[in-house]
C-alpha cells in the first residue's frame, strides 16, 4: 500500500530565504508524486509532477522539487521565499500499480514573514 | 473559461436526510475524483472514476455513494449522513487517468451534519 508522510506541520521563513517543504513516500512500485498547494480561501492548485526521468522536477510560481530514490523523498523548494507563498502545501503520491488511487499527506502550513 | 464546479458551495443538513453533491467538469477530462480535507488528516480519497461506468473506491467510500454516467459530472451522493462526515469536499478531474496530473480542483463544499 501507498502512504506519503509529511513530518512537519508548519514551516517558518523569513521572505528572501529558501524555502523548503519535505515528503516522503512509500509505494510498491515506481511512484507518481505531486505537489498542491492551497491558498488561504481558495481552491487547491497544481505545482509539478515527478513521473519518470531527471530527478529535479521544475513546476509553477518558482518551485522546484527534487526526487530521490534511495531515501524515497520528494522535498519542494523555492530559492527565494515570498509573502504570497504563505499557504498550505500538500504531497501526494500515486502507487505505479494503483492507477486512479491516489494519496495525500497531511500537509505543511508554509508561513513567510516580511 | 476551463473549470470544476461544485454544488452546493455551503450545506447545513441533520443526520440521515439524503443529499447529492454534484461536480462538473467543462475539460472533457477522462477521470475524476472526489476528495475530504479535515484538519490534521490532509485530503482523504473517497472515490474515483477512470472514466465514464467506471468507479472505484478510495481510502473512505463509506458511506457515500457515487456514479459516473455522463463524462463531465460526477456527483457525490450520501444517503444517511452522520456528524462524522462534516468536512470540506473537493472534486477534482484530470485529462489524463494515467498519469493524474494535474488534477483541477473545485471550489470546494462544506458540508456540516447535525
Known amino acids: 500500500a501507498q502512504s506519503v508522510a509529511q513530518p512537519e506541520d508548519q514551516v517558518n521563513v523569513a521572505e528572501g530565504n529558501p524555502l523548503t517543504v519535505k515528503c516522503t513516500y512509500s509505494?510498491?512500485?515506481?511512484?507518481?508524486l505531486f505537489w498542491y498547494v492551497q491558498y488561504p480561501n481558495r481552491g487547491l492548485q497544481f505545482l509539478l509532477k515527478?513521473?519518470?526521468?531527471?530527478?529535479l522536477v521544475k513546476g509553477s510560481y518558482g518551485f522546484e522539487a527534487e526526487f530521490n530514490k534511495s531515501q524515497t523523498s520528494f522535498h519542494l523548494k523555492k530559492p527565494s521565499a515570498l509573502v504570497s507563498d504563505s499557504a498550505l502545501y500538500f504531497c501526494?503520491?500515486?502507487?505505479?500499480?494503483?492507477?486512479?488511487?491516489?494519496?495525500f499527506g497531511a500537509g505543511t502550513q508554509v508561513v513567510v514573514t516580511p | 473559461e476551463a473549470q470544476v464546479t461544485q454544488n452546493p458551495r455551503y450545506l447545513i443538513t441533520v443526520t440521515g436526510k439524503k443529499l447529492t453533491v454534484t461536480c462538473s467538469q467543462n475539460?472533457?477530462?477522462?477521470?475524476m475524483s472526489w476528495y475530504r480535507q479535515d484538519p490534521g488528516l490532509g485530503l482523504r480519497q473517497i472515490y474515483y472514476?477512470?472514466?465514464?461506468?467506471?468507479?472505484d473506491k478510495g481510502d473512505v467510500p463509506e458511506g457515500y455513494k457515487v456514479s459516473r454516467k455522463e463524462k463531465r459530472n460526477f456527483p457525490l451522493i450520501l444517503e444517511s449522513p452522520s456528524p462524522n462526515q462534516t468536512s470540506l469536499y473537493f472534486c477534482?478531474?484530470?485529462?489524463?487517468?494515467?498519469?493524474?496530473?494535474?488534477?483541477?480542483f473545485g471550489p470546494g463544499t462544506r458540508l456540516l451534519v447535525l
Open positions: 475539460m472533457n477530462h477522462e477521470y
Open positions: 472514476s477512470m472514466n465514464v461506468e467506471v468507479t
Open positions: 477534482a478531474s484530470s485529462l489524463s487517468p494515467v498519469d493524474l496530473g494535474p488534477q483541477y
Open positions: 515527478y513521473i519518470t526521468g531527471d530527478n
Open positions: 501526494a503520491v500515486r502507487d505505479g500499480g494503483s492507477w486512479g488511487k491516489l494519496q
Open positions: 509505494v510498491s512500485g515506481n511512484p507518481y
